[in-house]
C-alpha cells in the first residue's frame, strides 16, 4: 500500500460519535481513506469490531484512543496510538474514568432538571448502553430532541458548555500520568486539536512531560495554527498527527471526512518512532 490517506480521528458510538464501527469503515471507504484510528473518548471497546471489519474491506485500523486530562486546571485531550488497548492498566485507567463520567454528567442532569429541563438520567443511559462511554454530547443530543434547545451546539454555549449554568467539571488526571500510561502500553501520545488554547508554556510543559506528538490536521485549525505547530514540531523532533474529529449525526460534520488526513509519511515516521 503506498500514498494512502489516512484519518486517525474518528468516533463510533462507543463514545459520542452516531456510527458503529463497521458502518464507520463503510463511510470513509467512500472517501478513498484506506488507514484509520477509531479514537472513543476514554473507551477501547469499539476496536476489536474495527479490526475484524477492516480486515475483511481492506481498511488498517491503527488500535486509538482519547483520553480527557487537566494540565494546570486546564482540560485537554490526549489521543494515544498503536497502544496495546488490552493492557490491564489501561483498562482499568478507562473504567474508572468512564465512571466518573458518569457521575458528572448525572449532576449535569441534575442542573438541567432544576433549569426546566424534563430529561431523565436514566433513559440516556439506557439509550447510549453500558459499553459506550456517556459524555456532555450526549446530553446536548437529548436536550435538542426535548426541544429544550433548538440546536445541539445551543446546548453548549447556553447550559452544559465550560462555565455556563448547567457546567460541571469533570474530575480528570494529570497529563503526565496520560502520557505515562499511553507509554507503558507502548503506544504514542499526541497533543488532540491544540488550537489556541495549548501554546507556548503549556505546550512547552507537556514536550517535557514526554508527548510524542501533535495533531496537526484537523477542521479547527486555520493556517495560522499549523504554521505555529509545524515549527514546533521540526524544532522539538516531534511526529505530527490529523483527523477528522467525525462524530456524525446532529453535529453535521460529514463533510470533514476526506478533507482532513494525513498521509503514509506521517504513518511511517511514527513506526519509526515505536521501533527505535
Same mark, same amino acid.
Given at each position: 500500500?503506498?500514498?494512502?490517506?489516512a484519518?486517525?480521528?474518528?468516533?463510533?458510538?462507543?463514545?459520542?460519535?452516531?456510527l458503529?464501527?463497521?458502518r464507520?469503515?463503510?463511510?470513509?471507504?467512500?472517501?478513498?481513506?484506506?488507514?484509520?484510528?477509531?479514537?472513543?473518548?476514554d473507551?477501547?471497546?469499539?476496536?476489536?469490531?474495527?479490526?475484524?471489519?477492516?480486515?475483511?474491506?481492506?481498511?488498517?485500523?491503527?488500535?486509538?484512543?482519547?483520553?480527557?486530562?487537566?494540565?494546570?486546571e486546564?482540560?485537554?485531550?490526549?489521543?494515544?496510538y498503536?497502544?496495546?488497548?488490552?493492557?490491564?492498566?489501561?483498562?482499568?485507567?478507562?473504567?474508572?474514568?468512564?465512571?466518573?463520567?458518569?457521575?458528572?454528567?448525572?449532576k449535569?442532569?441534575?442542573?438541567?432538571?432544576?433549569l426546566?429541563s424534563?430529561?431523565?438520567?436514566?433513559?440516556?443511559?439506557?439509550?447510549?448502553?453500558?459499553?459506550?462511554?456517556?459524555?456532555?454530547?450526549?446530553?446536548?443530543?437529548?436536550?435538542?430532541?426535548?426541544g429544550?434547545?433548538?440546536?445541539?451546539?445551543?446546548?453548549?454555549?447556553?447550559?452544559?458548555?465550560?462555565?455556563?449554568?448547567?457546567?460541571?467539571?469533570?474530575?480528570?488526571?494529570?497529563?503526565?500520568?496520560?502520557?505515562?500510561?499511553?507509554?507503558?502500553?507502548?503506544?504514542?501520545?499526541?497533543?488532540?486539536?491544540?488550537?489556541?488554547l495549548?501554546?507556548?508554556?503549556?505546550l512547552?510543559?507537556l514536550?517535557?512531560?514526554?508527548?510524542? *506528538? !501533535?495533531e496537526?490536521?484537523?477542521? &479547527?485549525?486555520? /493556517?495560522?495554527?499549523? =504554521?505555529y505547530?509545524?515549527k +514546533?514540531i521540526?524544532?522539538?523532533?516531534l511526529?505530527?498527527?490529523?483527523?477528522s474529529?467525525?462524530?456524525? *449525526? !446532529?453535529?453535521?460534520d460529514?463533510? &470533514?471526512?476526506? /478533507?482532513?488526513?494525513i =498521509?503514509?509519511?506521517?504513518? +511511517?515516521?511514527?513506526?519509526?518512532?515505536?521501533?527505535?
Open positions: 500500500m503506498t500514498n494512502y490517506r484519518d486517525l480521528h474518528l468516533h463510533t458510538n462507543y463514545s459520542d460519535g452516531v458503529s464501527p463497521s464507520l469503515i463503510d463511510l470513509v471507504r467512500k472517501h478513498d481513506i484506506s488507514v484509520i484510528s477509531i479514537t472513543d473518548h473507551n477501547v471497546s469499539g476496536i476489536d469490531e474495527a479490526l475484524e471489519y477492516g480486515s475483511l474491506n481492506g481498511i488498517k485500523v491503527i488500535p486509538g484512543v482519547e483520553i480527557s486530562a487537566d494540565i494546570e486546564q482540560e485537554i485531550h490526549i489521543l494515544g498503536f497502544l496495546d488497548y488490552k493492557n490491564p492498566a489501561l483498562t482499568e485507567f478507562l473504567k474508572k474514568s468512564r465512571q466518573k463520567r458518569l457521575e458528572r454528567n448525572a449535569i442532569v441534575y442542573k438541567l432538571n432544576e426546566g424534563k430529561i431523565n438520567f436514566e433513559d440516556i443511559l439506557k439509550k447510549v448502553g453500558t459499553g459506550s462511554s456517556l459524555g456532555r454530547p450526549h446530553i446536548a443530543m437529548e436536550l435538542h430532541d426535548e429544550f434547545v433548538k440546536t445541539y451546539y445551543e446546548a453548549f454555549y447556553k447550559y452544559i458548555g465550560d462555565d455556563k449554568t448547567a457546567f460541571v467539571r469533570k474530575s480528570n488526571p494529570d497529563t503526565k500520568e496520560v502520557i505515562d500510561l499511553i507509554s507503558q502500553c507502548k503506544g504514542l501520545s499526541f497533543i488532540a486539536h491544540p488550537g489556541k495549548i501554546r507556548d508554556d503549556l512547552m510543559k514536550i517535557e512531560q514526554g508527548i510524542d *506528538g !501533535i496537526l490536521v484537523h477542521p &479547527s485549525h486555520d /493556517k495560522e495554527s499549523m =504554521s505547530f509545524n +514546533i521540526s524544532e522539538k523532533f511526529l505530527s498527527s490529523g483527523g474529529d467525525f462524530h456524525g *449525526g !446532529i453535529k453535521n460529514s463533510g &470533514s471526512l476526506g /478533507k482532513f488526513v =498521509s503514509e509519511t506521517e504513518i +511511517i515516521n511514527m513506526k519509526r518512532r515505536l521501533f527505535i
